[in-house]
């Protein structure tokens, strides 16, 4: 069965930086995975190479059977990616963001689906008003909705639990839960273990942009899973 | 003080660390070098004129130095307070001092290509009134006056800034702007220019500056010796201004964030889409907002008010084009702030998102253009004829397809941070916006002399006739910016440095 993304030998340099030296990974549908490493470790530049932003310097994805190469619109209809800070354009509303999201993605009848999904990240109040004036974590639980809204095969969250309130980790949660169950993949990339652990079935290791280490989630948990993971990134 | 110039070493050191390349650094410092070899040029260019023109030159000299006076005050209110060294938002954890922040600005001044045009001109009329005399007092004089009228203007534009940060206040600003505007139109319509240039006191500047050339160190020692007080005072009357207006509570800035606005339909295609994102982004903006309104109404306005004639109105739209590109037009995907990164991931043709920013560009430079040309031509004497209207028309179309052109030029090839929150907030830094005005406004200049010269002629489609290979290659220079788009690698450039610096 052809898994939802496969990244072989992905490699992106900045000049004479190597921010990610050979990422290998394989998801499946309805399975989730955590991304997890130090800071520098090429999550988020892994993150937006797999979601189409930054095109790769060697190695090649494939979301969905379509090669990111040669078909990078079709790749990106079929992801739904969470930056992992502000993205959000300053001066559109809410509302405006899913407006032209379901216009680029040719979305019909969205409306339910966008209030639905402001309602449950407790957004509903702010939809008409210009992003540059939300808070870190209203940004964040905006990204997360214009993620999940075109309930894409492939789920890219990068940090979205950062500065998130309690409940809107728990909507976060869930948006992934739906997501599996829907049978997406969802990638996420996150500094707080414990919620890797929730969101997650595995985990895999990042350090010095390549995978060092993979397991279940829940192995990184407790004293003993604490003491692995800091063995595997140091 | 010690501490503020301390600070502003580190600040200016650090600027320069942050030109990385360099061709960058090498670049800036032929830059300075170019202008001080156009100050030797335009000092010793006296013995070339002939003794009419070097007359009028003198005679001139009182409202050329006024002219700059002007610019003095009114550049620095643009800028809302001036230059940054480094944006404010960047600073924010820093205890940066006020002062710190005027010294800045000032230093900055030059980077204003109108700033070192007109240094250049009283460079030279400076030497003309002391042509067979000593030069070097004459330019202290000279000095001290720029010197004076620039951190004065610096002191009104922080002044301006405080006072804007409450309703009253900037109900005040408005009433005073739109008087001294009405009245200075009133003046010159009513034929009473002369007469305020005649008692202006750029008068006694002059007379100093001829008798420090001429050796009566006397009346030349007192009005350089004002000058030079009246420097200092402003100076410390103007980082005590600034300091004033930075810790004046405003009453705007956050409202404006947190105030819903009217949902608008969806529109009908992936473009139109964009195109309406945009429009709200500059709409939106403060900074751009009040600049684009400036640009529209003030240049049309004195242009009615001075009764400037049809010839004269041919280069006014690459005056107006000029500068509404440098509102946004110089980093046009700065629009989009760090939510380039979630456009990016969108499914949808890139380009799309380039023609929108060069639509929105195109329509907001023609509309300051338009409203420019319109209202400054209400009061110019006499019917126009069949070559001067369409030598205007020609120069607008121009002008604002050569800026649309170098604007996505630059905004594909350097592209800036900016976050465009606050009014005084701009879109690249102070020494990219002083090349990307030099860049803009001289092919638009040479288009409206070209046009100007064309409508002479008499004929009305020479000028339609020129203007066409100017916008064709505006065009071709549009479409190739386009192409560059294109290319993933530099897309993703243009993303990443726009989201995140």
């Known amino acids: ?234 | 003080m010690t501490g503020s110039l301390a600070q502003l070493g580190a600040l200016l050191a650090l600027r320069w660390q942050m030109a990385r390349t360099p061709g960058l650094r090498l670049a800036i410092v032929l830059a300075a070098l170019t202008v001080l070899w156009l100050l030797h040029l335009v000092v010793g260019s006296g013995d070339l004129l002939d003794a009419p023109t070097l007359a009028t030159a003198i005679d001139i000299a009182p409202a050329t130095f006024f002219g700059f006076g002007v610019l003095a005050v009114i550049a620095p209110l643009t800028a809302g307070g001036g230059n940054e060294v480094v944006p404010p938002d960047q600073l924010a954890v820093y205890p940066v001092r006020p002062t710190t922040q005027f010294f800045g600005g000032l230093l900055l001044a030059p980077l204003n290509l109108v700033w070192v045009v007109q240094l250049l001109v009283l460079a030279g009329l400076t030497s003309y009134l002391t042509l067979d005399g000593s030069l070097l007092r004459g330019a202290l004089t000279t000095l001290t006056y720029v010197l004076c009228l620039t951190i004065s203007g610096q002191m009104l534009a922080w002044f301006v800034v405080g006072l804007r940060q409450t309703q009253r206040g900037r109900r005040t600003v408005s009433a005073a702007g739109i008087a001294l505007l009405l009245t200075s139109i009133v003046a010159v319509r009513s034929g009473h220019g002369n007469v305020v240039l005649d008692r202006s006191p750029t008068r006694s500047v002059t007379a100093a500056v001829i008798a420090g050339g001429d050796g009566h160190l006397a009346r030349w020692g007192t009005t350089t010796v004002l000058l030079l007080l009246l420097a200092a005072a402003a100076t410390v009357l103007g980082a005590r201004t600034c300091a004033w207006a930075l810790r004046r509570p405003g009453d705007l800035g956050l409202n404006r964030h947190t105030d819903p606005v009217r949902r608008r339909d969806a529109k009908s295609s992936a473009l139109r889409e964009l195109v309406a994102t945009d429009r709200a982004s500059v709409w939106r903006a403060p900074a751009l907002r009040r600049g684009g309104l400036v640009l529209a109404i003030l240049p049309g306005l004195i242009a009615a008010g001075a009764a400037v004639p049809w010839d004269s109105m041919i280069v006014l739209p690459g005056l107006v084009a000029a500068g509404a590109g440098l509102l946004f037009g110089v980093n046009a995907f700065c629009l989009d702030g760090s939510g380039a990164v979630w456009l990016a991931s969108l499914p949808h043709d890139p380009r799309l998102v380039a023609r929108a920013k060069a639509i929105v560009l195109a329509e907001t430079v023609l509309a300051a253009v338009a409203v420019a040309a319109v209202a400054g031509s209400l009061r110019s004497p006499g019917a126009p004829t069949a070559a001067q209207l369409t030598a205007i028309a020609a120069s607008g179309i121009t002008c604002t397809a050569l800026v649309v052109a170098g604007g996505l030029k630059m905004s594909t090839k350097r592209p800036h941070r900016a976050d465009l929150r606050g009014p005084r907030d701009a879109v690249a830094p102070p020494g990219a916006l002083a090349i990307a005005s030099a860049r803009l406004a001289l092919p638009a200049a040479f288009a409206g002399l070209l046009l100007g010269s064309a409508s002479q002629t008499g004929a009305w489609w020479w000028p339609p006739l020129l203007a066409l290979p100017l916008v064709l290659l505006a065009v071709l220079s549009v479409l190739r910016s386009l192409r560059r788009y294109d290319d993933p690698f530099v897309r993703a450039r243009i993303v990443q440095t726009v989201a995140s610096g």
Not at chain 1, 67 to 74: Q, S, T, V
Not at chain 1, 76 to 98: M, Q
Not at chain 1, 106 to 111: A, K, T
Not at chain 1, 160 to 187: K, Y
């Open chain 1, 1 to 234: 069965m052809t898994p939802v993304l496969l990244a072989q030998g992905l490699v992106v340099d900045f000049g004479a930086v190597r921010a990610v030296g050979g990422f290998d990974l394989s998801v499946g549908a309805g399975a989730s995975v955590a991304l997890v490493g130090r800071n520098g470790a090429g999550k988020s530049t892994t993150m937006r190479v797999l979601a189409g932003v930054l095109p790769p310097s060697a190695g090649h994805v494939q979301v969905v059977g379509i090669d990111a190469a040669h078909d990078p619109a079709g790749v990106r209809a079929a992801v739904g990616y969470c930056p992992d800070v502000g993205g959000l354009i300053p001066r559109a509303t809410p509302w405006e963001h899913l407006q032209l999201a379901a216009r680029l993605r040719g979305m019909r009848d969205w409306r339910h689906r966008a209030e639905d999904l402001l309602e449950r990240f407790d957004l509903h109040n702010a939809a008409d008003r210009v992003t540059s004036g939300f808070s870190h974590g209203m940004s964040r639980r905006l990204s997360v909705v214009l993620a999940a809204f075109h309930q894409p095969r492939l789920l890219l969250l990068d940090e979205p639990f950062d500065g998130v309130d309690p409940l809107g980790v728990d909507a976060t949660l869930e948006v992934v839960r739906q997501a599996r169950e829907q049978g997406a993949a969802v990638l996420v990339s996150t500094h707080l273990l414990e919620l890797a652990v929730q969101a997650c079935q595995e985990a895999v290791v990042l350090k010095g942009g390549r995978v060092v280490g993979a397991a279940p989630a829940a192995e990184l948990t407790g004293r003993d899973g604490d003491a692995k993971y800091r063995a595997l990134i140091s």
